[in-house]
């Protein structure tokens, strides 16, 4: 087996090194079908050593915690192909049927895992009911796998998992409700299990996040985003980008309600270290507690929030200031923001002032006070809008102490200041 596979390894390599110029348009799709089958019965094989290796006891021999953490070593695999080859071999060994429609090119590998998934839950829950005799279990388990390994012709693995949550009503509708009813309460069960949410190390500036919640708990964070996740006139962000800000708009507000737990002896809040060069009298380089690196002009609006602390450097690494209190625009100078601008003061902005940030007009950096007529509530977009070293918006406070905003391209020599007009004045 093993000259065999080799020389399919050698054989695919050249074909994979091949021109594939000179195919005509159906010969270009066949040969994709054809490649995609290969790859799909080299995986069947792959998941039929792994579960030889985990019989034989190949991993724990090696040192190894788990199949998933050998193969990691031997495949040099990430972790989560590694746990994904490792369930897909238990799934396809449980269910012969549904590893014989990938052998056979009726299912792909995860068509397959998908059907044996489905095929497992179907039996567990008819053998829970207690009334349904074996003979039964088995006769409706297999109508469930043939229907599933048809389907698999029509359906991807996602739609394949989605109708097997209702295979019962098409092959066994006088147990279907009853069955549903102890697999939800399954479900449940894992799910609360399974509940997880996890962050990578940075990586280009980017952190990855990750995790699963029941759909009870899935439902209850969706409401919570989706009041801040609605498009808006102008608003040129992507569903995703504007999912992200507003899960981070929810945090903001939680830190800023007090109502979260100390941490360390102290009200939980983001420590930002900042070095500051005393000839420039300008703010370098940021690091948050976390020990990431910030820009400066992030440092800066970062500073305009009450759950910041700044600590700031001077060049021979001596701090020089950790936070003020007059920097924070707290308690009555905080409600009487709210009164006065009772929301985001940009140009007509919609969100509230418990969206907002308290921003200094005359930054703190440069020694622009915490008082009234400094500071200027701005949602998190446009607090970003301001700070950013190309903006073209300047803030003032009107004659009559309300803030106005002025845009400052070349063709507006007339300086137009514009206030926001949505939030309503008494």
């Known amino acids: 087996m093993l000259e065999d596979v080799q020389q399919l390894s050698d054989d695919a ?31 069947a094989l792959q998941a039929r050593l792994v579960r030889q290796a985990e019989t034989r006891g190949v991993p724990a021999r090696h040192g190894s915690r788990g199949t998933a953490a050998w193969l990691r070593t031997v495949l040099l695999l990430d972790p989560s192909p590694a746990r994904d080859l490792t369930e897909r071999a238990a799934a396809l060994g449980r269910q ?29 829950g008819l053998s829970e009911l207690g009334d349904v005799s074996a003979g039964e279990v088995e006769e409706v388990t297999q109508r469930a796998t043939t229907t599933l390994i048809e389907m698999a012709g029509r359906l991807p693995a996602y739609q394949l998992r989605r109708v097997g949550q209702r295979i019962l009503a098409h092959v066994a509708p006088h147990l279907a409700e009853r069955a549903e009813a102890a697999a939800l309460a399954r479900q449940e069960a894992r799910a609360h299990q399974a509940r997880e949410f996890t962050w990578s190390m940075p990586r280009d500036g ?20 989706e009041p801040l996740c609605a498009p808006v006139a102008g608003d040129d962000r992507r569903p995703a980008q504007r999912r992200a800000d507003a899960l981070v708009d929810v945090c903001r507000l939680a830190l800023r309600s007090g109502d979260l737990p100390d941490s360390g002896g102290e009200a939980a809040q983001v420590a930002v270290t900042i070095g500051y060069d005393p000839l420039t009298q300008a703010l370098g380089a940021a690091t948050t507690d976390s020990g990431e690196r910030l820009s400066g002009e ?89 700070h950013h070293p190309d903006t073209s918006w300047r803030i003032r406070l009107g004659a009559d102490g309300l803030p106005e905003f002025i845009y400052l391209p070349e063709a507006d020599a007339q300086r137009h200041p514009r206030r926001n007009l949505y939030h309503p004045r008494h």
């Open 96 to 124: 012969p049927a549904a590893e014989q429609a990938l052998l056979d090119g009726h299912a792909d590998m995860r068509q397959a895992a998908a059907i044996a998934d489905v095929v497992d839950s179907v039996r567990s």
């Open 206 to 225: 980017i952190v990855r996040l990750s995790g699963r919640l029941s759909v009870e708990d899935a439902a209850t964070v969706r409401a919570a985003l």
């Open 298 to 386: 992030t440092a800066r609006r970062m500073a305009c929030d009450a759950r910041i602390l700044p600590v700031v450097l001077g060049g021979a690494g001596q701090v020089l200031d950790i936070g003020r209190t007059r920097r924070l625009a707290t308690g009555a100078l905080r409600r009487a923001l709210h009164v006065r601008d009772r929301g985001c003061a940009f140009p007509d902005c919609d969100r509230p002032p418990r969206w907002t940030d308290a921003h200094h007009i005359i930054s703190w950096a440069s020694g622009g006070a915490t008082s009234l007529d400094n500071l200027v509530l701005l949602c998190r977009t446009h607090h970003r809008v301001v």
């Open 13 to 43: 390599a050249k074909l994979a090194a091949s021109p594939v110029w000179p195919l005509s348009d159906d010969e270009l799709t066949d040969c994709l079908q054809a490649a995609y089958r290969l790859e799909q019965a080299a995986s």
